[in-house]
């Protein structure tokens, strides 16, 4: 790997590591600290996602203005300033307000990262979006670990873990990421691309996978809320279930050369790829759903991850092969957007479920949400291969 995508990865595995103290610890925060309900908690990371996504679709855009490297600082500083006051003050409302503002800087982080990984190893196909991928889940293991441990220690540490954690993220990207040519081909602007570009197949082909992509965000992030407070009902330690997450993300780093294998020996395309996933996922909601001693919730978490080391850096690498030149920062911005909508309509949508019609009716939804995720996949890239062959007839009949 080219040495600036190693300090991408570096900065990915700080930043997620950051993230990793206070994401899987927020929906028990608000129900069992500050004594809300599943669906006031779900409407709060709601908020959260939402602005993430905003965050994202800013982020992309500004990739494609000022160069990945002022977007990355600008997101990093929103993230501190907000985290700082979240430190000192986490009481309910300020809670509230906190946690957007860092949905929306942390939001622009991302889509900058992922196109300038792209960026600077272009010949290397789905490899930088794979590695940035695994520096991702090694900060969610040690986040997710040490994590446990400040909040059982004691819960307010949490916010300055955090915040210490963002303070070195923004170092690396300070001396580390100026430096870096992030794409160096001709940028375009919008109406450009408009003036020019007549065809937009390829963005519905984008968005069309991206349903997927959504739909597995939202059955996944019901991990990080309404299966982490079913944990807690059926007697499970916040150690034990942020161990869960360090599982997780060791397995990906860990695991990462057998499924390397797997997905170069047997899945030849990202099609493929994606909806071997989407049915791994299937099998791991339907073990959660009869889960009632830690070591299923152990198997469900496994068989959660090796989906996930399919599905998860297939959508970057698709958006990257899709993106206009110029454009990649947009086309990654679309499809952190869309990440983020799953995250933000995940814990308002199983929250509400739970609460009307109870856990085993959740895992029966998500289910079948995966069935619709593989029915889109099998056909995002339909009219792209329409396209096609209409252009090498009209070409065989001029020639």
Known sequence: MPKALWLLVLGMAINVTGSSFLWPLNTIYIHDILGKSLSVAGLVLMLNAGASVIGNLTGGYLFDKIGGYKSILLGIGITIVALIGMTFNHSWTYYIIFLTIIGFGSGIVFP????????????????????????????????????????NYRFDYIFLANTVTYVIFLAIAIWGYKGIVANPSKQTTLLNQTTKIKDYTKLYALLTVSVGYFLCWVGYVQWQTTISTHTQGLGISLKQYSLLWTINGALIVFAQPIISYIVNRF?????????????????????????????????????????????????????????????????????????????????????????????????????ILMFIGIFTTTIYDRKIKQREQGTTKLTKSVS
Do not use: C, H
Not at 133 to 147: D, E, K
Not at 277 to 304: C, K, R
């Open 267 to 367: 899945t030849k395309t990202l099609k493929m790829q994606i909806n071997v996933g989407l049915i791994i996922f299937m099998v791991s909601f339907a073990v959660v759903g009869v889960a009632e001693q830690y070591m299923a919730f152990v198997a469900a978490m496994i068989i959660l991850t090796i989906g996930e080391m399919f599905v998860w850096p297939a959508i970057p690498t698709v958006a990257n092969e899709l993106a206009p030149k110029g454009r990649e920062g947009f086309y990654q911005g679309i499809v952190n957007s869309i990440a983020t909508g799953g995250r933000m309509i995940g814990p308002l949508f199983g929250g509400l479920l739970v609460d009307f019609y109870g856990m085993n009716m959740l895992f029966m939804i998500l289910i």
């Open 112 to 151: 900058s990262m992922y196109a300038m990984a792209g960026s600077v190893w272009k010949e290397g196909g789905r490899k930088p979006f794979n590695a940035m991928y695994v520096s991702q889940n090694v900060g969610v293991a040690i986040g997710a670990a040490l994590g446990g441990l400040v909040a």
